[in-house]
């Protein structure tokens, strides 16, 4: 891999929709922004730019009473640190680049990401991490992804596209999907890949959908449907390549499923992370050692998520 030319940037606020109950697809719109590949993420800073947070003030206790809280800090929840995201999505048209980020509400940094309206500018660091590596020509790709683990998925189908190549993507219920069904589209029960996804088909890559609940597509675990077709590609002569990001139990079977029919695995996994840049060290994951470096002691080490992945092997990473 290059090098990568990360910096700060303000972006505004192209566009902030409601996908589902609880997702967004955030596009921010910047005058320029370093080349990006599929599996790279940024950092996004959660707070209003044109907002003056101010000092804050200690607390003092005196004869039993507090004085009063001086200060945004501590009047009220605040994002502290950067929120990573991968991008969902690039488009460089009329002297712009533009950044789809999905994202799902699940606390204060991603509230105040639902409430930003068009025009908002947003910081933003990036771009961030290593990158998928597409397949071979004759090879095809297989993409697995689970909740806010679909947007890498999308960003990679781009990629793909008029490629070989289906996507498996799984959700709690419909309600949590944060995909556009096409119109009158029923979802079938079984696990063949159909066009039945808008943001999959305008790139000629079919999918399967599956909910925990079955109220649309597959009735299971997104890792059932794979199963089911990687056992229809059997005979195929070149076998396929898989690609996943999700919640780590899924993406742990997927790994799994991927080793046992002897089929390459690449994995942007999902930490918590303050720098994004390997500095803070907070992103640990632990990782097989090189047999060449195993001489003797521990063969694992640990590797950062940040700036050693987010994309690993499955069959490097020890869970």
């Known amino acids: 891999m290059g090098e990568i030319h990360r910096d700060q940037y303000v972006s505004t606020v192209r566009a902030n929709v409601p996908l589902c109950s609880e997702h967004y697809r955030l596009v921010l719109q910047l005058p320029e922004f370093p080349a990006t590949e599929p599996g790279q993420f940024i950092q996004i800073s959660c707070r209003d730019l044109d907002v003056e947070y101010g000092p804050e003030h200690e607390l003092i206790e005196q004869d039993g009473h507090w004085s009063k809280p001086i200060g945004m800090e501590l009047q009220a929840p605040l994002a502290m640190l950067r929120r990573p995201f991968s991008l969902a999505g690039r488009r460089d048209t009329g002297g712009h680049v533009e950044l789809d980020i999905i994202h799902r509400v699940v606390g204060v940094g991603t509230d105040w990401m639902s409430r930003l309206k068009v025009g908002d500018r947003v910081h933003i660091l990036g771009p961030l991490g290593n990158r998928f590596t597409l397949p071979a020509s004759d090879q095809q790709a297989i993409l697995v ?175």
């Open 145 to 319: 992804g689970g909740g806010v683990g679909i947007p890498p998925m999308l960003y990679l189908a781009e990629r793909l596209a008029d490629r070989s190549a289906v996507a498996f993507c799984g959700a709690l219920r419909r309600d949590l999907l944060p995909l556009t069904i096409r119109e009158g589209v029923r979802g079938a029960a079984d696990s063949a890949p159909r066009e039945d996804i808008v943001e999959f088909a305008r790139h000629g890559v079919a999918s399967v959908i599956t909910t925990d609940d079955g109220s649309y597509g597959f009735r299971g675990f997104v890792t059932q449907a794979l199963e089911q077709y990687l056992d229809s590609l059997e005979s195929a002569l070149v076998k396929p390549i898989v690609y996943t990001c999700g919640p780590e139990p899924m993406m742990k079977r997927v790994a799994d499923i991927a080793q046992a029919r002897g089929i390459e695995c690449q994995i942007a996994v999902e930490r918590a992370m303050a720098c994004g840049m390997g500095t803070c060290q907070s992103c640990c994951i632990k990782v097989r050692r090189p047999p060449a470096a195993a001489s003797g002691g521990r063969d694992w080490v640990y590797r950062l998520a940040c700036t050693d992945g987010p994309v690993f092997r499955g069959a490097e990473l020890l869970w």
